[in-house]
């Protein structure tokens, strides 16, 4: 059982690039979402789905696009970079599904993104 | 001013002493209280997770939530080196907005032997 994979691991891009940053869950969860982590600023929500062909904004949304048109995936894509967006990108899933354990959010191990 | 302030640290103890963490939150609506363990380069992971207010305990690991005062803490009771990492409190409103999560900045401890 995988988990929560996230590809790739280490990405370097130019300003202005774009990109997409792939996520796949096999646990068969509803929820997904997406953070970024920065030095001194703990874990910020990108965005986030609540399941297949639904998604919502979370703190930090500007400069990101995402879309869910499948259980498994959730990729998020980067449309035109900038140095700011530096940053490791967590993905997560939880099942969403009775009890209180639904709230635990199981993650990916993160793509270290530079953006030059 | 962040919805959720945590003190950033760093923290060092020597192995064995008790560990106190804490986060201050300013939304009323959050219900669901986590603790997040993170080693170093790897994903979170779920350590302690509180419903409402109240005490639970497991192991060395005791959450206390205080939502009068919107005061949560995580103590941990005789620390081993094996618990250096960053400690992030979480928390969101509602059970099925389940990964839509709002952290602290993390509290990053070391336990010397």
């Known amino acids: 059982n995988a988990g929560v994979t996230q590809t790739p691991k280490f990405q370097v891009l130019k300003t202005g690039q774009s990109m997409t940053l792939q996520c796949a869950q096999d646990?068969?969860?509803?929820?997904m979402s997406w953070y970024r982590q920065d030095p001194g600023m703990g874990l910020r929500l990108i965005h986030y789905?609540?399941?297949?062909?639904?998604?919502d904004q979370g703190e930090v949304p500007n400069g990101y696009n995402v879309s869910r048109s499948t259980t498994e995936d959730f990729p998020l894509r980067l449309l035109s970079a900038a140095p700011s967006q530096t940053s490791v990108y967590f993905c997560?899933?939880?099942?969403?599904?009775?009890?209180?354990?639904?709230?635990?959010?199981?993650f990916g191990q993160g793509t270290r993104l530079t953006v030059v | 001013q962040k919805e959720v302030e945590q003190d950033p640290g760093p923290l060092s103890v020597p192995e064995g002493a008790i560990v106190s963490l804490n986060c201050t939150y300013s939304?009323?609506?959050?219900?669901?209280f986590m603790w997040y363990r993170q080693y170093s380069r790897k994903g979170p992971e779920l350590l302690m997770y509180?419903?409402?207010?109240g005490n639970k305990e497991d192991g060395r690991f005791t959450a206390q939530v205080d939502k009068s005062s919107k005061y949560i803490s995580l103590f941990i009771r005789d620390s081993q080196p094996s618990d250096s990492a960053t400690y992030l409190c979480?928390?969101?409103?509602?059970?099925?907005?389940?990964?839509?999560?709002?952290f602290g900045k993390g509290t990053t401890l070391s336990v010397s032997s």
């Open positions: 997560a899933s939880s099942s969403g599904t009775g009890g209180y354990r639904n709230t635990e959010a199981f």
């Open positions: 646990m068969n969860h509803e929820y």
């Open positions: 789905s609540v399941g297949a062909g639904i998604t």
């Open positions: 939304n009323s609506a959050f219900q669901y």
């Open positions: 509180t419903y409402s207010s």
């Open positions: 979480a928390m969101s409103e509602t059970p099925q907005a389940g990964t839509a999560l709002i």
